[in-house]
C-alpha cells in the first residue's frame, strides 16, 4: 500500500493533527487507517499513504497524509503517541531524510583532505551522514551523525547546503541535505555496526573515488567554496 493513492473517510478526531478513518483505493476499500495532518481534515480527502505500521497485536495498519504534505518518521511516530494501548513494533516510512556533511581537513593552504566512508549496506564511497532524530535541526544531525560514526568533531561551514532527493529502491522517496564541515583532526574511530571502512582523499582526487552523480555535485560546490575553511 506504501505510495498508493487513496480516498479517506474521516472517522473521528484522535488528537490533533491525528485522525482515524477508512481509505478506498482502485484495488481495495474500507482500509482502516491513521490519517495525519499539519490542518484541520473534515469528513474526507484525497491522500497518500505515506508509511505502514505494524503493530503490537500483529495488525499493519496505514498512515496516510494530505497529498502535498511530506511526514519523516520521526514527526510521524511523535503524531502516533497519543494512541493509547497501541504498540508501534515497526514503521515503513515513504519519505526519508538523512544529513551528512563532506568533511575537510586544511593541513595547509595547499593541501586539503576529504573523509570517504564506506558503510555495510553500500558498495560504494560517499561521505558520512545519517537519520533525523526527533526535535534536530539538519545541522544536528550531520553533526551527531558525523561524531558517531567517525568519532570527529566537526564545525559547519556557513552557506553551503546541498539537497539530493533520489529514490534508493521501491517507492521509497529519499531526501539527503549535505553540509560542509571543517575538522581539524585526521583521527577517525569508526564505528563499527555502521561502517566497513574510511579514507582520507585529497580534494582534487576525490572525484575519482565517487560515482554517484549526487556526490560529485556536492565536491564540485565544496571546491568553489574552499576559501569559507579557517
Not at 593541513?107 to 537519520?131: D, I, M, Q, T
Request: proline share 2%; net charge neutral; hydrophobic share 35%.
Amino acid at each position: 500500500m506504501l505510495a498508493k493513492k487513496v480516498r479517506v473517510n474521516i472517522y473521528g478526531e484522535i488528537s490533533d493533527g491525528l485522525y482515524s478513518g477508512y481509505a478506498d483505493s482502485d484495488s481495495q476499500k474500507n482500509i482502516s487507517s491513521y490519517i495525519i495532518s499539519r490542518k484541520k481534515v473534515y469528513e474526507f480527502l484525497r491522500g497518500v499513504v505515506i508509511a505502514v505500521a505494524a503493530l503490537g497485536n500483529g495488525e499493519k495498519k496505514c498512515i496516510i497524509a494530505p497529498e502535498n504534505e511530506i511526514f519523516y518518521e520521526p514527526e510521524i511516530l511523535e503524531r502516533l503517541k497519543s494512541l493509547r494501548n497501541i504498540e508501534i513494533k515497526s514503521i515503513n516510512c515513504l519519505y526519508e531524510k538523512s544529513c551528512g556533511a563532506i568533511i575537510i581537513h586544511k593541513a595547509n593552504e595547499n593541501n586539503h583532505k576529504v573523509l570517504l566512508v564506506k558503510n555495510h549496506n553500500g558498495r560504494y564511497w560517499s561521505f558520512p551522514k545519517g537519520h533525523v532524530e526527533k526535535d534536530e535541526t539538519e545541522q544536528q544531525t550531520a553533526i551527531r551523525e558525523i561524531k558517531e560514526e567517525t568519532g570527529l568533531d566537526v564545525e559547519i561551514v556557513d552557506s553551503f547546503r546541498e539537497v539530493s532527493d533520489y529514490c534508493p529502491f521501491g517507492k521509497i522517496k529519499k531526501r539527503v541535505v549535505f553540509f560542509m564541515a571543517q575538522t581539524f583532526s585526521t583521527d577517525v574511530t569508526v564505528q563499527k555496526e555502521e561502517i566497513d571502512s574510511y579514507i582520507w582523499v585529497d580534494l582534487n582526487d576525490v572525484h575519482n573515488k565517487c560515482t554517484y552523480d549526487n556526490d560529485l555535485r556536492v565536491i564540485k560546490k565544496a571546491r568553489a567554496n574552499i576559501s569559507k575553511l579557517k
